[in-house]
């Protein structure tokens, strides 16, 4: 398996755009995870799925940012309007069970910058 | 106050050494407590994980030891290489499905 794959890998925008990231989990995990990552902050989850149900969207930081996933193959995690505030590097984590139970791979991210 | 905090923030050694990275935690018990290495320009990878009743786990040159008296983990590094130049995250799962992550340590090795 290739792994989780996420694209794009680098995305510049202008404040107030849309930008939309995209994930392929590995075949057969049924839990999908999103992060967000900044020096500051450090890592932090946005919102899981289980069998593309959304189970806990209690990260996302507020209503411009909205997460899909409409199979088992597909996520995204659209940012709209885009905001200066939210450059960061955003991960994408699949597993075969809950966060905690069992390990979670990781793609290499999208690192956001919003002008 | 973050319940899961990492020291030093960096770490810069020369290869061949020895180096100890902690983590400690404020809420005992927890369900596993897991060391993540980032590589830049990556995802985290998993390195070890421990449960609460584990003292030490190993996984090739580096041991993870956790003292629940003093609510702290450490990553022992062992005869460091140039590729253990990373971030290391400890992330604590208390139990509650959502991971607690610390801001990690940024550790770089020089030749």
């Known amino acids: 398996d290739a792994g989780v794959i996420q694209s794009p890998r680098h995305e510049v925008t202008e404040m107030g755009q849309e930008v939309t990231l995209r994930c392929k989990p590995i075949s057969g995990h049924d839990y999908l995870f999103w992060y967000r990552q900044t020096m500051m902050r450090g890592l932090e989850l946005l919102i899981y799925?289980?069998?593309?149900?959304?189970?806990?969207d209690s990260g996302m930081p507020e209503d411009r940012f909205s997460a899909k996933m409409p199979n088992a193959s597909f996520s995204t995690l659209k940012i709209q309007p885009s905001e200066p505030r939210d450059s960061a590097v955003y991960f994408c984590a699949s597993s075969s069970r809950g966060q905690g139970d069992t390990e979670a791979f990781f793609g290499q991210g999208t690192r956001l910058t919003v002008v | 106050k973050n319940q899961v905090e990492q020291s030093p923030q960096s770490l810069i050694i020369l290869e061949g050494k020895n180096c100890t990275l902690q983590c400690n935690y404020t809420v005992s018990p927890f369900s596993n407590l897991r060391w993540y290495k980032q590589d830049t320009g990556r995802g985290p990878v998993s390195l070890t994980i421990?449960?609460?009743?584990?003292n030490t786990k190993s996984n090739g040159r580096y041991t993870a030891t956790l003292d629940a008296d003093t609510k702290q983990s450490s990553l022992h590094i062992t005869a460091s290489q140039l590729s253990d130049s990373a971030s290391y995250i400890c992330v604590v799962n208390f139990g509650n499905e959502k991971l607690t992550f610390g801001t990690g340590t940024r550790l770089t090795i020089i030749p």
């Open positions: 421990m449960t609460f009743s584990e």
């Open positions: 799925f289980n069998n593309n149900v959304p189970i806990d």
